[in-house]
């Protein structure tokens, strides 16, 4: 009994990993730019290829993000300033790519105002101006 309740639980897990990720679709689909890498991040490009060429037996993801976040750590701050530049650029970057998509989206929401707003009428009502639910009355 005690399997049976733990695949269960296993299975509710996977459930909401699949629910995320079509979330994360959605959002690189609507062409909303993607948000800037961290410091550590930016690190962590540089540091996968040099791992990979020191390594180039290991195919664990695990292994490389171990390695990376124990020298990272054992960084100091000035080790770190370039990649900390180098993410402040590129948020700089981010910030302004998401000015002009947001001043896009908003400039083409109030064209999709504004014609909901011309004064067509909606496919439910009839000719007379009565909506269907009205006319199903009479009957």
Request: hydrophobic share 25%; aromatic share 6%; net charge neutral.
């Amino acid at each position: 009994m005690k399997g049976k309740a733990d695949t269960s639980k296993k299975d509710e897990g996977r459930l909401r990993a699949g629910g995320a990720a079509g979330k994360r679709k959605k959002a690189a689909a609507s062409g909303k730019p993607k948000r800037p890498p961290s410091a550590f991040f930016v690190f962590m490009s540089e540091f996968r290829q040099q791992y990979q060429a020191l390594h180039p037996g290991n195919k664990s993801v695990a292994t490389v993000s171990k390695a990376a976040g124990e020298k990272w750590r054992a960084m100091s701050d000035q080790e770190k300033q370039p990649y900390v530049d180098q993410a402040g650029q590129k948020k700089q970057d981010y910030e302004k790519t998401k000015a002009n998509f947001d001043k896009k989206e908003s400039t083409s929401s109030k064209k999709a105002k504004t014609e909901d707003e011309d004064g067509s009428k909606s496919e439910v009502d009839d000719e007379d101006g009565s909506s269907d639910e009205e006319n199903d009355d009479d009957e």
